[in-house]
């Protein structure tokens, strides 16, 4: 007979609606004795005060909850944290920075599921630039969690090639599964990990801001496009048109041989598509969301406002 897996006894701290999955999967082969997540926020147009995805979720389930808005120094959180009896906890996407006292806790300490190739990209937003970046490989990794920003020792990592037209969300999830593998692995076997040193320096990958989706016709038609495939499915690739901004939802990099004649951001051919002149090559716009309005063919948006050849895009 095959011998059941070792059911731990674990606190889980994350997030977003894409550390969801990683509870479920916790929740199924382990004892989740607490859920840490951000404090509920303001949601929407009516600013409707709602916790995040996975304390919506395990409070569904009936498991404990906390939100604490702040770690460090918070003595009363310390001292539940160190009642629970854990073995180890687990971090996925959580979006703080964890203090020494906390760290030390669990028997095990900490396990963090990472979606980049450390130490490469490590911070908030790695899976974003490693696409920005053009980068055609990334990994998947398991740490022990120390107190830096994600400079513990590896336990566990995945490489993979990266599809050529994969966005942040699809690659995100990619590893996310894949990682969910690796984590219910090294938990099965906390007694004998064997982690392996990061260097010091590694690669930062800050949060995203609205700025960093717009398009710089300057750049090369594969920098924008690989600039598209990162911010997918925020803060998404615009530019302004006519003092308004214009989503661009999908685009691909035009083949061509033909050398560079309009200047960047110009108009080069209105088709079934609307292809653009960049630094470097040109880019078709597929379909394109004006501000305002739904998403529509680009060729239908640039008819309506009566584009031509030469033309500049913002």
Known sequence: MTAQPLRRRLAFFGSPAWAVPVLEALHRQHEVALVVTQPDKPVGRGLQITPCPVAAWA????????????????????????????????????????????????KYGFLNLHPSDLPKYRGPAPVQWTLINGETETAVCIMQTDVGMDTGPVVARWPTAIGPNETAQELSERLRDKGIELLLEALAHLEHLQPTLQPPQGTHAPMLRKDDGRIVWERTAQEIYNRHRGVQPWPGSWFEFQGKRVKVIRMSVQDSASPQVLAPGSVVRLAEYLEVAT???????????????KPMSAADWARGVRLRTGDRLA
Do not use: H, W
């Open 59 to 106: 409070e569904a389930k009936g498991l404990r909850v906390e939100k604490p808005a702040r770690l460090r120094k918070n003595l009363e959180f310390l001292a539940l944290f160190q009642s629970l009896g854990l073995e180890v906890a687990v971090t996925a996407a959580y979006g703080k920075i964890l203090p020494a006292e906390l760290l030390a806790v669990p």
């Open 279 to 293: 630094g470097q090559g040109n880019l078709r716009l597929e379909e394109v969301q004006p501000e305002g309005k």
